[in-house]
């Protein structure tokens, strides 16, 4: 998904996502004291009680994409939660992910924080063959 592209398909989205999002902003912008940051994308998930900050990467995943989401989830903990909401969670959906950057990253070992492939168009069926017998392979 193209960040451009957001308006006309935030409810199918939203749909995707789950029950309980509800959609706060687009490219939220969070300080500090010397330097702006923009969140691609807020939600407030009414169910679990927390923020769920999106960064949508359009090439692979990299240690600096899972840094700075890191940053955005330990801002917002600190400035933009309530006293009653949970933990912030991160998520980074990307076009492709490299699983030695997840193995030795924060992604191990930090619950607040995710990365997925996402793909805008379903493969077709030989293609989701492929993948499918190539996971199950590893």
Known sequence: MELESLPADLPHFLLELGRGFSFVARQFRISTET????VDLVFYNYLLKCFVLIDLKTDK???????????????FDDLKRGADDNPTLGMILCADRDETIVRYSVLNE????????????????????????ARHVL
Do not use: T, W
């Open 35 to 38: 330097s702006h940051f923009y």
């Open 61 to 75: 995943l990299s240690h600096q994409d899972i840094g700075q989401m890191d940053m955005y989830v330990r801002l």
């Open 110 to 133: 930090n619950a607040q924080l995710f990365a997925a492939k996402y793909l805008r168009v379903l493969p077709g069926e030989e293609e989701l063959a492929r993948e499918i017998e």
